[in-house]
């Protein structure tokens, strides 16, 4: 195992009943609150009122930005930075799930820059500090309530890029099951893939020796197996949102990839997707995960992939190579009993920019995606074709 640092100081206020106790946090970091949401169902499912009422309680003014698109844009990055200048705002609250949280992200680190924030996400300018973050999470996907990543995307130039900094990493974040259950069937069944290849990605590595994080990554991808169903069967059952929420903030905090070699390899991937047609990101990498566990195949990463099905979908076979292979049939089974498109054409997808998307997927890595095995752009191509 690889030496490694592990902090994760985010405040986490699980459960009901805990809005006057966040709403507390949040006014230890300022009196003025910019409310990011996404198209405005908090706000009909009475959310918002319970969040914005008991931060009035606390003497927390706030303000709204709402809008926020499922793949964040950067204009809507732009007009919440221009707020947050304009109204004075002390402290960034995101209501939503991932996307929200991502844009509240940059604006927290571009209102203390005069640089543009898509300078932030492409490496050109510096993240010198970001307004305090404190996320309120309603879609159990993305992990962004526990993490310094954020992923935007830019329509003009047909990129969505992620980005990260210590600095946006949220001080507190309320993460109340109950907030969840209004969550429809398509978009639980996407933020269980999301969780589950979060935990897949930091999981697939060969030549090493972290059992802890790897035993680790298969009970939060067990319990995918099992809540995720379990919430479309019953789309108000608590105990399984409760179970997806608390597992979506675990698969991709750091603590699963601490002491191991780390390199995404389906997320790049899948950006691309998002970025050239605008899908639902977990849906995208419902349909890459399969494909590119079976483009990578072979003696060396067999015996990981025969692990995962054995301890994850109680594969029986003893040979490595066949519980390999059963194992990648039964995570696309998985996702097809879960009502995921699992096919690009079904989600729009046609052939006419797959050699594009290969090519710039492959340039954004430097030329080649590495990860559980290095992937050149012939290689992407391959997988994206397998995936039509």
């Not at 309680?57 to 990055?77: C, F, L, M, Q, Y």
Request: glycine share 10%.
């Amino acid at each position: 195992m690889d030496n490694f640092v592990f902090s994760v100081p985010t405040t986490i206020f699980f459960g009901t009943g805990q809005a006057r106790a966040f709403a507390e946090a949040v006014k230890s970091y300022g009196e003025k609150a910019l409310i990011v949401f996404g198209g405005g169902s908090i706000k009909k499912n009475g959310i918002y009122e319970e969040i914005t009422t008991a931060l009035h309680a606390a003497g927390v003014k706030t303000v709204d930005h709402g809008g926020i698109e499922p793949n964040p844009r950067v204009e809507s990055v732009r007009a919440g930075i221009d707020l947050v200048k304009k109204e004075g705002v002390d402290v960034i609250v995101p209501v939503g799930g991932g996307s929200t949280i991502d844009a509240a992200k940059l604006i927290a680190a571009g209102a203390l820059t005069a640089a543009d924030p898509w300078k932030i996400v492409i490496g050109e300018a510096k993240v010198t500090g970001a307004l305090p973050i404190c996320t309120v999470l309603t879609l159990a996907a993305t992990g962004s309530e526990m993490d310094q990543g954020s992923v935007i995307t830019n329509p003009e130039t047909k990129e969505k890029l992620g980005w990260g900094s210590p600095k946006v990493l949220p001080k507190a974040s309320m993460l109340n099951p109950a907030y969840t259950v209004s969550v429809n069937a398509y978009h639980t069944a996407a933020g269980t893939a999301d969780i589950m290849s979060h935990t897949m990605e930091n999981y697939f590595t060969v030549d090493d020796s972290a059992f802890v994080q790897d035993s680790m990554a298969e009970g939060v991808l067990r319990t995918c197996r099992h809540a995720g169903p379990a919430a479309l069967k019953d789309g108000e059952d608590l105990e399984a949102r409760a179970n997806l929420m608390w597992a979506s903030s675990w698969a991709i905090n750091g603590l699963l990839r601490k002491g191991k070699p780390q390199a995404w390899s389906v997320h790049p991937m899948e950006h691309e997707l998002s970025a050239f047609y605008d899908i639902t990101h977990g849906v995208g990498l419902a349909i890459l995960t399969p494909r590119w566990l079976r483009h990578v195949l072979s003696a060396k990463t067999a015996p990981k992939i025969a692990r995962f099905g054995r301890r994850v979908f109680d594969i029986r076979s003893e040979d490595d190579v066949d519980a390999a292979n059963e194992a990648i049939e039964a995570l696309y089974d998985f996702f097809v009993s879960m009502g995921i498109p699992m096919s690009l054409k079904e989600v729009g997808i046609g052939e006419e920019h797959l050699a594009e998307m290969a090519k710039a997927c492959a340039d954004h890595a430097g030329g080649v995606v590495r990860g559980f095995v290095d992937l050149h752009e012939d290689d992407i191509l391959a997988i994206y074709k397998a995936c039509l």
